[in-house]
């Protein structure tokens, strides 16, 4: 993947593959209300050609990547960026100054989660190596060549297929109610530390009253009380993940579950 992601699906695609199949099955639209590094956005895109894709994230940066990657003059010019070696410079630019354009908030997007620790985007936790210290070679973390064929990948399999949005995800429900959503919030113990947005409980609890308005929906979700209280009434599955976020025990995540809640 492009991004290096908290929480990304990637590694569970193919466990995931039999919802997403029944998810779509007979639509003609597919909508990812929270896309972050977009796995199963690409995913849904490869294996379902004749989907229509509606994209959203609330983080402009990310929003703004699909928005460039789907655009064939943005792509370009993107692309151009993206051949650029990274510096400490630039990367400690990035995170002081947003650029205030498309293609720029795209950029800043590939080049923040690449050279990140776990693709985190935020200052504060922004590091290099392993114990926090800054990473002295930035070309294992970021080697332009490969970073631009996989881009033009990405733009092959979505180009003139997406619409992107950059709305709360309980409005992007509310605003796709009728069609098939998937939805994957940010953790709701784990999220804080590791996403610039996360939602509190009374959010948590208003995206899940819209989703028992919608027609299809499937969810991926830490698994813990206050997420299973909030969708008891729906199909619950269980799935292995684990995570690490450093060295540091206190950092360190053991090995758990995530939840898929078909709807």
Same mark, same amino acid.
């Given at each position: 993947?492009?991004?290096?992601?908290?929480?990304?699906?990637?590694?569970?695609?193919?466990?995931?593959? @039999?919802?997403?199949?029944? !998810?779509?099955?007979?639509?003609?639209?597919?909508?990812?209300?929270?896309?972050?590094? +977009?796995?199963?956005?690409?995913?849904?895109?490869?294996?379902?050609?004749?989907?229509?894709?509606? /994209? &959203? #994230?609330?983080?402009?940066?990310?929003? #703004?990547?699909?928005?460039?990657?789907? %655009?064939?003059?943005? /792509?370009? %010019?993107?692309?151009?960026?993206?051949?650029?070696?990274?510096?400490?410079?630039?990367?400690?630019? !990035?995170?002081?100054?947003? @650029?205030?354009?498309?293609?720029?908030?795209?950029?800043?997007?590939?080049? !923040?989660?690449?050279?990140?620790?776990? +693709?985190?985007?935020?200052?504060?936790?922004?590091?290099?190596?392993? *114990?926090?210290?800054?990473?002295?070679?930035?070309?294992?973390?970021?080697?332009? #060549?490969?970073?631009?064929?996989?881009?033009?990948?990405?733009?092959?399999?979505?180009?003139?297929?997406?619409? /992107?949005?950059?709305?709360?995800?309980?409005?992007?429900?509310?605003?796709?109610? %009728?069609?098939?959503?998937? /939805? #994957?919030? @940010?953790?709701?113990?784990?999220?804080?530390?590791?996403?610039?947005?996360?939602?509190?409980?009374?959010?948590?609890?208003?995206?899940?009253?819209?989703?028992?308005?919608?027609?299809?929906?499937?969810?991926?979700?830490? *698994?813990?009380?206050?997420?299973?209280?909030?969708?008891?009434?729906?199909?619950?599955?269980?799935?292995?993940?684990?995570?690490?976020?450093?060295?540091? @025990?206190? &950092?360190?995540?053991?090995?758990? &579950?995530?939840?898929?809640?078909?709807?």
């Amino acid at each position: 993947m492009v991004f290096r992601y908290p929480g990304s699906k990637a590694k569970h695609l193919r466990l995931l593959s @039999p919802y997403f199949d029944w !998810l779509v099955h007979g639509e003609t639209v597919f909508v990812d209300v929270c896309v972050g590094a +977009g796995s199963v956005l690409l995913h849904v895109a490869r294996t379902h050609p004749h989907l229509q894709l509606v /994209v &959203n #994230d609330l983080e402009v940066l990310v929003a #703004d990547f699909w928005r460039a990657v789907a %655009d064939k003059e943005m /792509v370009r %010019d993107l692309c151009e960026k993206l051949k650029t070696p990274v510096t400490h410079a630039l990367r400690q630019d !990035l995170l002081a100054n947003e @650029p205030q354009d498309t293609v720029g908030r795209a950029h800043a997007a590939v080049v !923040l989660t690449r050279t990140s620790y776990s +693709g985190i985007l935020k200052a504060g936790m922004f590091g290099g190596g392993r *114990d926090g210290s800054p990473v002295k070679d930035l070309k294992a973390r970021y080697n332009p #060549d490969w970073v631009v064929r996989e881009v033009m990948k990405y733009h092959q399999v979505l180009a003139g297929r997406v619409e /992107v949005s950059q709305v709360h995800a309980i409005e992007c429900v509310r605003m796709h109610r %009728d069609a098939p959503l998937f /939805v #994957d919030p @940010p953790y709701y113990h784990r999220g804080r530390g590791l996403y610039l947005h996360v939602p509190d409980p009374d959010e948590h609890e208003g995206l899940a009253h819209e989703i028992r308005c919608c027609r299809r929906a499937l969810l991926t979700y830490d *698994d813990c009380p206050e997420v299973e209280a909030l969708y008891g009434r729906y199909q619950i599955d269980r799935f292995p993940a684990t995570y690490q976020a450093g060295r540091n @025990p206190n &950092n360190a995540w053991k090995e758990t &579950n995530e939840i898929v809640i078909a709807v």
